[in-house]
């Protein structure tokens, strides 16, 4: 989330110790808790005094009862420090964790284990302190299970408010040769609909992590997940809704991901599948339809579009837009600042970078190293032809069906050859000699961890034949 989030996570403490009266009562006779003392329980294990906490902590570890440990763990990150945590962890589980974030990757793969059901009441009382607008999208009936599509428990603060971090509405555009305050080498978003060319900056992007716009007269979102490394490109206007989708960013996680939600119903969305996980929206069956989006240098992008338009620095908000002055240590990081589980048996690192396609009813990814040199893959998904482009430095993957087609490097960055001679790498399609247009693909990059978390158990990886 935003650079100031250290600073916010140390206010954290002193939002969860506002003074007030907290009754509790713990006892040492586990085998005779009611439901409602480990409701009491729980509760003091994160509001409690030292003294309340240690023995509540006690009496639930007595009681010996699992449903205790997604309280254990939202404890080890709002009262952090407090070395029984981790005992206490180890003597319900057998397992050994150095803290919350490990505790979080463990309760992950462990969907089975459910919380006591005075779990949600402590969680959501952590939020509403935290910022009473989080209620708009978990109070009442919002969180109880039922009504949600994922686990209250792997839903996570990010350490700001909602909308801390600013969508992007509708902001002012100037044109490719106006941009003065572009370096070649700055990466870009570039989307292309209906001729409309726009180029994204991701330095400026990265303050905001969200636009909603109308390009070429399609209503879109660009849901920019700066934690997962993804940018994607939805259409906005959904069959049987009056209206398209506006979205914000919430100020919620999942698995390191984040939870954006629309400002007409205040349902919470998974922004990389693009579904709604609670709220009105969450049982109607909507998925927006992804489209196309270049992520790419400023120079190779104007290259092609000396005649596009692009983000102006004048969105309205004071920040840093300059190269590199958002999120400069988590990009240059191997390591992730949220908890989500990892495949180290993949050979990829968490923050790799692969490009990845959901379509044809598969999913598939390929790390951007097997991109280098502009190399061209000719490839299959799931039973269908297609063919990909790019560069492993910025990105910049296209992907397109390709029929019984195969192609190889061109005589430019510009174009591939293929049947015929030239074909014309484009926004929409790949187009031959003799007009014939192969459309393109929608996909996008991201880090492996996302990649893998959301679809690894349906998505291929991409091997180079070589290696097999």
């Known amino acids: 989330m935003l650079l100031r989030l250290r600073h916010i996570a140390r206010l954290t403490l002193t939002c969860i110790a506002i003074a007030g009266t907290i009754a509790a009562t713990c006892t040492s006779r586990a085998d005779s808790l009611s439901e409602d003392e480990v409701g009491r329980l729980n509760r003091t294990l994160i509001f409690g005094s030292d003294d309340e906490r240690r023995a509540a902590l006690d009496a639930l570890v007595a009681r010996g009862n699992d449903d205790a440990l997604a309280t254990l763990i939202l404890a080890m990150r709002y009262r ?8 206490a962890f180890h003597t319900l589980t057998g397992e050994t964790v150095s803290g919350w974030f490990d505790a979080m990757v463990w309760q992950e793969a462990h969907p089975e284990i459910k919380a006591h059901p005075g779990y949600r009441d402590v969680k959501l009382e952590v939020f509403e302190r935290l910022d009473p607008a989080f209620l708009r999208f978990l109070g009442g009936r919002r969180s109880d ?39 070649d080498d700055d990466r870009v978003f570039g989307v292309s609909i209906n001729g ?28 920019y997940c700066t934690l997962c490394g993804a940018g994607i490109l939805f259409e906005t206007k959904v069959d049987g809704q009056d209206r398209p989708f506006i979205f914000g960013s919430s100020g919620f996680l999942y ?33 927006l339809n992804i489209l196309p989006v270049t992520l790419t240098s400023w120079g190779d992008w104007r290259a092609r579009h000396p005649r596009g338009r692009v983000l102006s620095p004048d969105t309205g908000f004071e920040r840093d ?64 032809n297609i063919v990909l482009v790019g560069d492993d430095e910025n990105g910049g993957v296209r992907a397109y069906e390709r029929g019984e087609a195969r192609f190889d490097k061109g005589r430019d960055p510009m174009h591939l050859t293929g049947p015929g001679g030239d074909w014309e790498i484009g926004e929409d399609a790949l187009t031959g000699p003799d007009g014939t247009a192969l459309p393109r693909l929608p996909g996008h990059v991201s880090y492996w961890f996302a990649w893998n978390s959301f679809l690894g158990v349906r998505s291929e990886i991409y091997v180079p034949q070589s290696a097999n």
Do not use: C
């Open 255 to 287: 698995r390191s991901n984040k939870l954006m939600f629309d400002r007409s119903t205040d349902s919470l969305w998974n922004q990389f599948t693009g579904e709604p996980v609670s709220g009105p929206l969450a049982d109607d069956g909507i998925k």
């Open 145 to 183: 299970p039922e009504n949600l599509k994922i686990r209250l428990e792997e839903i996570t603060w990010g350490g700001v408010a909602v909308d801390g971090i600013p969508a992007l509405d509708y902001s002012k555009m100037i044109r490719a040769d106006e941009a003065a305050y572009l370096r």
């Open 196 to 223: 409309d060319v726009r180029a994204y900056p991701l330095r400026i992007l990265a303050w905001h992590e969200m636009f909603n716009d109308v390009v070429g007269d399609i209503p879109v979102t660009l849901a």
């Open 321 to 384: 837009y300059s190269s590199g002055a958002a999120y400069r240590d988590y990009f240059a990081s191997p390591d992730l600042m949220f908890p989500a589980a990892t495949d180290p048996e993949s050979g990829l690192g968490p923050k790799d970078e692969v490009f990845g396609i959901r379509t044809f009813a598969a999913a598939k990814a390929w790390p951007l190293s097997v991109f280098a040199d502009g190399a061209v893959i000719n490839d299959t998904l799931n039973g269908r």
């Open 80 to 87: 952090r420090g407090d070395p029984g945590h981790i005992e």
